[in-house]
T-cell receptor
Framework: DTGVSQNPRHKITKRGQNVTFRCDPISEHNRLYWYRQTLGQGPEFLTYFQNEAQLEKSRLLSDRFSAERPKGSFSTLEIQRTEQGDSAMYLC???????????FGPGTRLLVL | AQSVTQLGSHVSVSEGALVLLRCNYSSSVPPYLFWYVQYPNQGLQLLLKYTSVATLVKGINGFEAEFKKSETSFHLTKPSAHMSDAAEYFCAVSKAGGGADGLTFGKGTHLIIQP
């Protein structure tokens, strides 16, 4: 069990560019979650997957955001046409089954200039 | 809808003193409740969780929390603070029993330990 990993750990981009983050959950964890954390705030739920199916999306997830989990393993979160307001820490978590403990990765810190 | 309120964005205690971090929740369905800790530049680590089994929950590093339905509270305590406890603490709520179980977090409490 190597824990949840996220890449890259840091990303600096210019406004209007597209960025993609990757999350590798703990092996055999069926659930995968994405959260966003801005400075001085708690994490905010964005979306989650049960295996490869995306089951819920927060209203925070605008149409510039898209997440995938092909084959029910790793997941990607893409932000198109980034805005300065997208600057945040993007956290990924996974759990073995619904209702069980969510284990968090170290996060990807995004800075949009 | 669910929400969490953490009273006090910063709490300062002396080393060896009691730690009390307050959390109140609002939920229209039976909740699961969690406390996570976040050290600088690290991800969130689960301290403890309430999942409808026992109202007094013991976690790691000597922390415990008590679920009080009548007060809609889930306060975190530790009898004796240690310097290593200095971190950001988040209370979170989710729907009980799985299903759509994305966590709703409070804004966090920064715990400062005075030597």
């Amino acid at each position: 069990d190597t824990g949840v990993s996220q890449n890259p750990r840091h990303k600096i981009t210019k406004r209007g560019q597209n960025v993609t983050f990757r999350c590798d959950p703990i092996s055999e964890h069926n659930r995968l979650y994405w959260y966003r954390q801005t400075l001085g705030q708690g994490p905010e739920f964005l979306t989650y997957f049960q295996n490869e199916a995306q089951l819920e999306k927060s209203r925070l997830l605008s149409d510039r955001f898209s997440a995938e989990r092909p084959k029910g393993s790793f997941s990607t979160l893409e932000i198109q046409r980034t805005e300065q307001g997208d600057s945040a820490m993007y956290l990924c978590a996974s759990s073995l089954e619904p209702g069980q403990t969510q284990y968090f990765g170290p996060g990807t810190r995004l800075l949009v200039l | 809808a669910q929400s969490v309120t953490q009273l006090g964005s910063h709490v300062s205690v002396s080393e060896g003193a009691l730690v009390l971090l307050r959390c109140n929740y609002s939920s229209s369905v039976p909740p699961y409740l969690f406390w996570y800790v976040q050290y600088p530049n690290q991800g969130l680590q689960l301290l403890l969780k309430y999942t409808s089994v026992a109202t007094l929950v013991k976690g790691i590093n000597g922390f415990e929390a008590e679920f009080k339905k009548s007060e809609t509270s889930f306060h975190l305590t530790k009898p004796s603070a240690h310097m290593s406890d200095a971190a950001e603490y988040f209370c979170a709520v989710s729907k009980a029993g799985g299903g759509a179980d994305g966590l709703t977090f409070g804004k966090g409490t920064h715990l400062i330990i005075q030597p």
